[in-house]
C-alpha cells in the first residue's frame, strides 16, 4: 500500500543500507513497485526530492544512465496512477528530463514515459486534496503546452493525447489502498484555470508544415473549445484568425478542415462573438473561406462535404454581418450572388457550368442560406450593383407564382413552399435598394397577380412548416403575409413611379377587396396573421393615398367601411396581445392619410357616426392612442358638420365629449407635474404652464435640424390639441360641464395666452441685454468688469488638461475693448488715408517709400532720408 511511513529509500535499497523509518517523516515518498512487490499489493517509498536534486546535478560520469533509470523506476512506480500531492514534483521531473532534450537525446524517452501518465487517473487521499492541490495542478497541467516547444513530433502527439485523455477519463486499472480517483471533470477544470488552451493555440505556429503534429493540436483545440472559459483565452490568444487562415492547407484526410469550422463554431458560440468576428473579418481569412466553400459547392459530393459547406457560409453569413468585412474585395460576394441565382438565371459562368443541386436536405438547407446571405450582404449599398449584374431580382421572382412543377430542380411541395416565402421575404429587403430592376421585372404586377391568386378558391394544400409558413398550413395566409410585406416597403419608399404604377394596376381597389373578403370569413385560429395582413392593407393603403385627392376618392366609401369597421373592435382585444394595437395604429393612420381632406369621404365618415366612434376610443384612457385621435380630432373639426357629432356624443355615466377633454387635460398636467392647488387653479402665476420636467431640463445645445425643446413640447403632449378642438367648439355652451370643469376650462381658454407670455418674457430678456450693452457703451467702469466676467467665464470654459504634445494657440488678442464677440467680417471706421500717410505710415518702410496720396503704399523712385531736426508744434 501506498505509505508515509519512511523505509529505505531506493538507492539506499539497491547499496544494501538500512535506515530506521522515522527519519524519512518529512520527505514526501512513493513506493517503487517491483514484480513481486505488486503481486502483494505492496508499495515501497521513493524519494522524489532526490530523483530531483540528481537531475539537477552535471559533470559526472555515468550521470546520465543513473538519471535515466531513476526516471524509469518512476514511471514503473506511478503506472496506476498519480497522486495530486506528488503532482508538482512529478512534473518538476518531467520538466528537467525535457531541458535536457537538446544536449541529451536519450531524454525524449524519459519525458515521453511522464507524459504518457499525465493521462492517467489522478489520485486523492483525502476529499480535500482536489482544493489543497488546485494551484499545483493547474500549473502542471499548463506545462504540457509550453512542452510542445520541443522539435519532437513523438513528444508532440504524446502531448495531444495526454489531453484528449482528459475528456475521456478512465478507472484505475488496479485499485490502490487509501486513494480514490479524483472527479471527472478536475483535470478539465485545472486545464481551464492553468490556461492551458492558449499556449496550444500558440502551438500552431510551431507545425506550420507538420500535417500529423497539426491535426492532433486541432483535435485538442476542439476538445477545449467545448468551455467558454477556454473559447474566451482561445479567441484573445487570436485564434481564430489563426485557425481560418489555414483552412484551405492541404490535408487529405479532410480532418482539418472538419475540427477547423467545428472549433470557429465553438468560439461563435461560447466567447465574445463580436470579437470573433472582428478577427475573422480580414482579406486573408475571408479568401479562405472563399476558396474552401467554391471547393466543397463545386466539388462535395459526399453528405458529409455538404454539410461541412453549409456550416463554412453559415459561418460567413455571420461575418458578413461586419460592414467591416471585406467581402467585396476578396470576390466572395460576387460568388455567392452567383450560387445563389444560377439555378433560376442562366449564366456561363465557369464555376456553375454544368452544376446542379438536388433535393437533398443538405442542397435544400443550401438554398435558404443563400438567399439568407443576400439579405445581410444588401445591407453593403456598395452590393448593390453586384446584386444588378447577378440578376438577384429577376432570379428571386421566379418564385413569386403560382406552385408547378419545377422544370430546373424537382423540389418536393414543402421545400418549394418554403423557397418560394423566404425568396418573397429576401425580396422585401432587395427591391427597395433596385427600384430600376424591380419596375423592369414588372414587379408590381407580378406581386399583385400573385396576391390575386391569394385570395382566390384554387386548392392548394399548404404545409407551413417553416418559420416563413407559420399559420399557413392548409391555406395561403403565409404567401398573402409576405406579398404584402414587400408590397409594403416598395409604397413607402415614396417613390411616384411605383406607386402611381400600383395605382394604375388598381391596387387601392384590391387592396380593398382582400380586406373585404378577410372579414367575411373569420378565422380565430390564425387570428395573429389575420391581423398582420389587415394592418398591412391598411398602411399600403395610407402610404398610396397620402397627399393624393384623387387615391383617396378612389378609397371612397368602400374604404370608410373597412375602417370603421376596425374601430367597432371590442376594446377588450386590445389587452389579448395578438396584434389589435396595431391593427387600431394602422387604422388610425388610414383615416388621417385616406379620409382627412377628401370631403365627400369625411361626410360619409360622419355620417356612419365616425367620430362617436373616434370619442369611444379616446374615452378608453389609452395614453399611446390619444395624441393621434386628438390630431384626428382637429383636424375633423374644420368640417362644419363636426361640432354637431362632437356635442352630441355621450358616454359612460352620460360624460360629454367636452367633460371627457377636460378631464384628459387635467391628467396630462398631473403627469407632467403642472402646480396647480386643490380646486385645480393656478399656484405660479408667472409660470402657469411650466412642467416639472421643464424646471429640471438644463441647457442642451441642439443642431439647427432638430426642433427646439418647446417645439417638442406642444407637440408631444396634449395640451395644444385639446386647445384647438374646444376652440373649434367656441368654448361656449358645453354640455355636462362640473364646477372643477369650468376651472379647468378657463386655463385652456388661456392656454395660448400663457405661450405669448412666453413670448413677453423673451422680449423682456433682449431688452435687459440691450440696457446692458448701452450701459458698457457709455460707462468705462461697468466695460471692466463685464470684460473680467467675461474672461473668467471663458477660462472657466477651457479645459485645463491639455494632451501631451499639443501645440496651444493663443485666440485673446490682448488690449481689445471689447466684450462682443468679433465676426467673420469686421468694418473699421477710422481716419482718412490723407491725413495719417496710410497703414504704415509710422514704420521704417513707409519712412523709405512715401506714397503721394496715401492709402496702400506704392512703388516709387528711390529717396534721400535727411535727419531734420524736432519742431515743437504750435497749440
Keep these: ?236 490568444a487570436q485564434a481564430a484568425s489563426g485557425i481560418c487562415t489555414h483552412l484551405n492547407d492541404p490535408d487529405p484526410s479532410g480532418q482539418l478542415l472538419f475540427r477547423s469550422s467545428e472549433i470557429l463554431w465553438n468560439l461563435l458560440e461560447k466567447s465574445s462573438k463580436e470579437e470573433v468576428i472582428q478577427q475573422l473579418s480580414n482579406l486573408e481569412c475571408l479568401l479562405a473561406l472563399k476558396e474552401v466553400f467554391k471547393n466543397l459547392f463545386m466539388r462535395g459530393f459526399s453528405h458529409y462535404d455538404r454539410q461541412l459547406r453549409n456550416d463554412i457560409l453559415v459561418i460567413t453569413t455571420i461575418i458578413a454581418q461586419n460592414p467591416e468585412a471585406p467581402m467585396i474585395e476578396c470576390g466572395f460576394t460576387k460568388d455567392l450572388i452567383l450560387f445563389a441565382t444560377f439555378n433560376e438565371v442562366k449564366s456561363q459562368n465557369l464555376l456553375v457550368k454544368g452544376l446542379k443541386l438536388s433535393n437533398s436536405y443538405e442542397d435544400f438547407e443550401l438554398k435558404k442560406l443563400l438567399f439568407n446571405v443576400i439579405v445581410i450582404l444588401c445591407k453593403d449599398l456598395p452590393t448593390v450593383q453586384l446584386l444588378i449584374d447577378g440578376k438577384v431580382i429577376l432570379a428571386l421572382f421566379t418564385y413569386v407564382k403560382k406552385p408547378e412543377k419545377q422544370k430546373i430542380i424537382d423540389w418536393s411541395a414543402a421545400q418549394y413552399e418554403e423557397l418560394q416565402l423566404h425568396a418573397i421575404a429576401t425580396l422585401s429587403s432587395v427591391a427597395p435598394l433596385l427600384i430600376e430592376e424591380y419596375m423592369s421585372c414588372q414587379g408590381n404586377a407580378r406581386v399583385l397577380a400573385f396576391l390575386e391568386w391569394c385570395e382566390s378558391e384554387d386548392p392548394f394544400f399548404s404545409h407551413g412548416n417553416s418559420f416563413h409558413g407559420t399559420g399557413g398550413r392548409g391555406n395561403k395566409f403565409a404567401q398573402m403575409r409576405y406579398s404584402l410585406r414587400l408590397l409594403r416597403a416598395m409604397v413607402y419608399l415614396e417613390d411616384e413611379t411605383v406607386n402611381k404604377d400600383l395605382c394604375e394596376k388598381g391596387t387601392i381597389q384590391q387592396m380593398i377587396g382582400i380586406f373585404k373578403n378577410i372579414i367575411s370569413k373569420p378565422n380565430e385560429k390564425e387570428e395573429a396573421i389575420v391581423l398582420e395582413i389587415q394592418s398591412d392593407i391598411l398602411l399600403i393603403l395610407s402610404g398610396l393615398c397620402e397627399n393624393h385627392i384623387q387615391r383617396k376618392e378612389i378609397f371612397g366609401t368602400e374604404g370608410v367601411d373597412i375602417v370603421l369597421h376596425v374601430m367597432k373592435t371590442d376594446p377588450r382585444k386590445l389587452q389579448s396581445g395578438l396584434g389589435y394595437n396595431v391593427l387600431l395604429f394602422s387604422t388610425l393612420d388610414s383615416i388621417w392619410c385616406c379620409i382627412l381632406g377628401c370631403y365627400p369621404s369625411e361626410d360619409y365618415f360622419l355620417e356612419k357616426e365616425g367620430i362617436f366612434l373616434l370619442l369611444d376610443l379616446l374615452a378608453l384612457n389609452q395614453k399611446k392612442f390619444c395624441n393621434l385621435i386628438l390630431g384626428i380630432m382637429v383636424e375633423f373639426c374644420d368640417n362644419p358638420k363636426t361640432a354637431a357629432h362632437v356635442n352630441a356624443w355621450q358616454g359612460k355615466k352620460d360624460q360629454t365629449a367636452a367633460s371627457l377633454l377636460i378631464k384628459l387635460w387635467r391628467k396630462e398636467e398631473k403627469e407632467l407635474g403642472v402646480k396647480r392647488d386643490k380646486n385645480r387653479k393656478i399656484i405660479d402665476t408667472k409660470k402657469p404652464l411650466f412642467t416639472s420636467f421643464q424646471e429640471e431640463q438644463k441647457i442642451i445645445p441642439l443642431p439647427p435640424n432638430c426642433p427646439s425643446i418647446a417645439v417638442m413640447d406642444v407637440s408631444e403632449n396634449i395640451r395644444a390639441k385639446i386647445y384647438a378642438i374646444l376652440g373649434k367648439l367656441d368654448f361656449e355652451n358645453l354640455p355636462g ?80 475693448n471689447t466684450t462682443v464677440p468679433s465676426g467673420g467680417v469686421v468694418t473699421v471706421e477710422s481716419t482718412p488715408a490723407r491725413l495719417v500717410g496710410g497703414p504704415l505710415a509710422d514704420t521704417d518702410i513707409a519712412l523709405k517709400k512715401l506714397p503721394i496720396r496715401g492709402g496702400a503704399l506704392q512703388r516709387v523712385k528711390a529717396v534721400k532720408i535727411v535727419d531734420t531736426p524736432k519742431k515743437s508744434i504750435p497749440t
Excluded at 517503487?32 to 532526490?50: C, H, I, S, W, Y
Excluded at 388661456?750 to 423682456?764: N, P, S, V
Excluded at 477651457?798 to 493663443?810: D, L, S
Design 737 to 816: 360641464l362640473s364646477a372643477e370643469d369650468f376651472v379647468t376650462l378657463c386655463i385652456i381658454h388661456r392656454y395660448l395666452d400663457f405661450k405669448i407670455q412666453a413670448t413677453h418674457k423673451q422680449r423682456e430678456l433682449a431688452n435687459k441685454s440691450w440696457e446692458n450693452f448701452l450701459a458698457r457703451t457709455s460707462n468705462a467702469k461697468t466695460l471692466k468688469k463685464a470684460k473680467r466676467l467675461q474672461e473668467k467665464a471663458i477660462e472657466a470654459s477651457r479645459h485645463h488638461k491639455r494632451p501631451q504634445n499639443a501645440i496651444f494657440h493663443q485666440t485673446d488678442i490682448k488690449g481689445l
Design 1 to 236: 500500500m501506498w505509505t508515509e511511513e519512511a523505509g529505505a529509500t531506493a538507492e539506499a535499497q539497491e547499496s544494501g543500507i538500512r535506515n530506521k523509518s522515522s527519519s524519512f517523516s518529512q520527505i514526501p515518498v512513493v513506493g517503487v513497485v517491483t514484480e513481486d512487490d505488486e503481486a502483494q499489493g505492496v508499495f515501497k517509498p521513493m524519494d522524489l526530492n532526490r530523483v530531483i536534486k540528481l537531475l539537477e546535478e552535471t559533470d559526472k560520469d555515468g550521470l546520465e544512465e543513473k538519471q535515466l533509470k531513476f526516471v524509469k523506476k518512476l514511471v514503473r512506480c506511478y503506472q496506476n496512477g498519480l497522486p495530486l500531492r506528488d503532482l508538482a514534483q512529478i512534473f518538476k521531473i518531467l520538466n528537467l528530463c525535457a531541458g535536457k532534450i537538446k544536449n541529451q537525446p536519450h531524454f525524449i524517452e524519459s519525458a515521453y514515459d511522464i507524459i504518457k501518465l499525465c493521462g492517467l487517473p489522478f489520485l486523492k487521499k483525502k476529499v480535500s486534496d482536489e482544493i489543497t492541490y488546485a494551484e499545483d495542478t493547474a500549473n502542471s497541467i499548463a506545462l504540457l503546452g509550453d512542452l510542445m516547444k520541443i522539435p519532437s513530433s513523438e513528444l508532440r502527439i504524446q502531448i495531444c493525447k495526454c489531453i484528449v485523455d482528459f475528456y475521456h477519463a478512465e478507472p484505475p486499472k488496479k485499485h490502490i489502498p487509501g486513494y480514490q480517483q479524483a472527479s471527472s471533470s478536475y483535470k478539465i477544470q485545472m486545464a481551464e484555470v492553468g490556461g492551458l488552451a492558449k499556449t496550444m493555440v500558440q502551438s500552431m505556429t510551431l507545425l506550420e508544415n507538420q500535417l500529423v503534429e497539426k491535426l492532433w493540436v486541432l483535435k485538442v483545440l476542439q476538445h477545449l473549445s467545448t468551455s467558454e472559459v477556454n473559447c474566451t483565452i482561445m479567441m484573445k
